[in-house]
């Protein structure tokens, strides 16, 4: 008789585990509890980002999930752009983190490109040229639509995988191989709770004893004139290099970290810093902030915002842009440096959390690691 599971949460770690789950040979059923995924999963860039995870098993397992997700996407006609990315240097101290990262980045085989501001005017659309030093491209980044791609990703687990979906039903308890939603109950040989921050409610000590924390983030979607080309990459801004671990091994990185925490207060306080990605529809998403703490605010900070925008002239020219949305998300984060949560509370019982905002770049592939253990 075929083995059964229960996957909780249609986010990108939900559907993640799922897939990992029906190709062992399980028979799946995801439960979420609204009618469409409208967590965390639909309110980021859309970036899958290898470039921000460091080397060996957390660059190779980002590489291993958008593997997969080209898979997925070409399977069901989803629309996805391996654009690569361009970090942006306006400072001297920027210029000389991203030389020392080409030069770690070529030695692991990454296919990474030192460019000079002649040839990233040339070659990317609406870059500030004005007092632009040079710039890191790397092709290893691609880009999907997150609310797009989030909630087709549902129609190639059931076609492709046989995986069933039960839609509008909050779980609000587990007893061994049952989760309860109301009167109905539903049975399966495993659980994954997968519901990013939400985890609390089902087990709120276990998630009291946990080192984890919630982050807010605030972003905005922008529409471009009509007549303009695409940006050509994911873009940023220096302050995404004290963001990722995987530019921890530039030598210089404390010297712009220093520097950042001097003269740019607020934005290392607020935890901003400001990169580009572009949609099918030309459409540009542009972020973000970090807020910590279990009780995030509800409200979007119209000076967050300023923040955000106010950086983002100093990279792209956008004076024409019109703003079209701005909102927030949050997301479970670990506080000890580990990158994901994964317990088994009970017998069959299991918990993937914690990815932080890297969930869109990592889940694919460590669903499937994780699977493999059990």
């Known amino acids: ?150 909630n087709k990703i549902p129609e190639y687990l059931n076609e492709y995988l046989n995986v069933d979906f039960v839609w509008g039903k909050s779980i609000t308890r587990i007893e061994g191989n049952k989760a309860f939603s109301g009167s109905t109950v539903y049975e399966a040989d495993l659980i994954f709770v997968c519901n990013g921050a939400d985890f609390e409610t089902l087990y709120p000590s276990i998630f009291a004893e946990q080192e984890i924390t919630k982050c807010k983030l605030q972003m905005l979607r922008y529409s471009m004139p009509e007549e303009s080309k695409p940006l050509g990459a994911a873009i940023c801004g220096g302050l995404s290099l004290i963001h990722y671990k995987g530019f921890e091994t530039a030598e210089s990185l404390p010297v712009i970290r220093k520097r950042y925490e001097t003269e740019m207060e607020e934005y290392i306080r607020l935890g901003i810093h400001v990169m580009v990605s572009q949609n099918e529809q030309l459409e540009l998403t542009v972020g973000d902030s970090h807020e910590y703490g279990l009780n995030p605010g509800p409200f979007d900070e119209s000076k967050i915002n300023e923040l955000i925008t106010g950086y983002l002239k100093q990279f792209i020219i956008c004076d024409e842009w019109k703003l079209l949305q701005s909102w927030n998300g949050v997301y479970a984060k670990m506080t000890n440096h580990a990158t994901e949560l994964f317990l088994q509370p009970e017998e069959g019982v299991y918990i993937i959390n914690g990815l932080g905002g890297a969930g869109m770049t990592l889940s694919f592939g460590l669903a499937e690691e994780l699977i493999e253990k059990i």
């Open 1 to 150: 008789m075929q083995s059964s599971a229960i996957v909780i949460g249609a986010g990108i770690v939900g559907l993640a585990t799922a897939r990992a789950l029906s190709l062992k040979g399980y028979k799946v059923t995801i439960i979420e509890r609204n009618e469409k995924a409208v967590g965390a999963s639909i309110r980021n860039f859309g970036m899958v980002w290898p470039i921000g995870q460091p080397s060996g098993i957390m660059y190779n397992r980002a590489i291993r999930s958008k593997m997969i997700w080209k898979e997925v996407a070409d399977s069901i006609g989803l629309w996805y752009d391996e654009c690569g990315s361009l970090h942006t240097a306006y400072y001297a101290d920027e210029w000389m983190v991203l030389q020392e990262l080409y030069e770690h980045f070529k030695v692991e085989g990454r296919e990474v490109e030192l460019m000079n501001k002649r040839d990233i005017t040339m070659e990317f659309n609406s870059v500030n040229e004005y007092e632009l030093i040079g710039g890191l491209y790397s092709s290893s980044e691609m880009i999907v639509d997150a609310r797009t791609a989030i």
